[in-house]
């Protein structure tokens, strides 16, 4: 049985028509089993189970070797669980406070957004997906060394470079100031 599912996930690996949507047929019992065990609602461990079968398909051409297929899904459902509970229980909280004693989210300036958006653009395919998969969808440098094939020491450096390019074009931007305030209409006051 172990051999086939390997067979199977190094099928999908290279491509063929089908093996993916067979190997997330193959894969979701244990899934679910585990997101039931993880999760602390039945609605959450459901939510869990599609996020990691749905990056299984996406992401099956990243999986380095075939061994590590159960650990990533297991991961994924981890943090998805852990994700959603913190999620509810903030919100949960939010909802016993009075309207007048939730602080407002900050509304992030249209400029700033465009220029961070120009400058994550601009970054190098290498240091971009880094960034992106680090940043923008959370997952820790390990995942990301997983799903690029590198090594989490690598991820690390690109991220830091990407960081570091992205706060130098923010800088020269003209909008954005060091101290990380807008930059102010009259300094000579």
Not at 117 to 129: F, I, K, M, Q, T
Not at 136 to 147: C, D, F, G, I
């Amino acid at each position: 049985m172990q051999d086939a599912r390997l067979q199977l996930v190094e099928a999908a690996r290279g491509g063929q028509p089908g093996a993916v949507l067979e190997l997330m047929r193959v894969c979701q019992p244990d899934v679910q089993r585990f997101a039931r065990r993880t999760c602390s609602t039945s609605e959450d461990a459901e939510d869990a189970v599609q996020e990691a079968l749905w990056r299984l398909y996406r992401h099956i051409g990243a999986l380095r070797t075939a061994a590590t297929l159960a650990t990533w899904l297991f991961r994924i459902v981890e943090r998805e669980c852990y994700r959603l509970f913190r999620g509810r229980t903030r919100a949960e909280a939010l909802d016993d406070l009075p309207e007048a004693a939730i602080p407002k989210a900050p509304v992030t300036p249209v400029d700033l957004r465009l220029d961070l958006a120009r400058a994550v653009e601009s970054l190098a395919p290498p240091y971009r997906e880094v960034l992106i998969l680090r940043d923008v969808h959370e997952l820790t440098a390990p995942e990301v060394a997983l799903q690029l094939g590198l090594s989490v020491e690598a991820v690390k450096s690109r991220l830091h470079r990407a960081r570091g390019l992205v706060r130098t074009q923010l800088l020269s931007s003209g909008y954005w100031l060091k101290d990380g305030s807008p930059e102010p209409a009259n300094r000579e006051q």
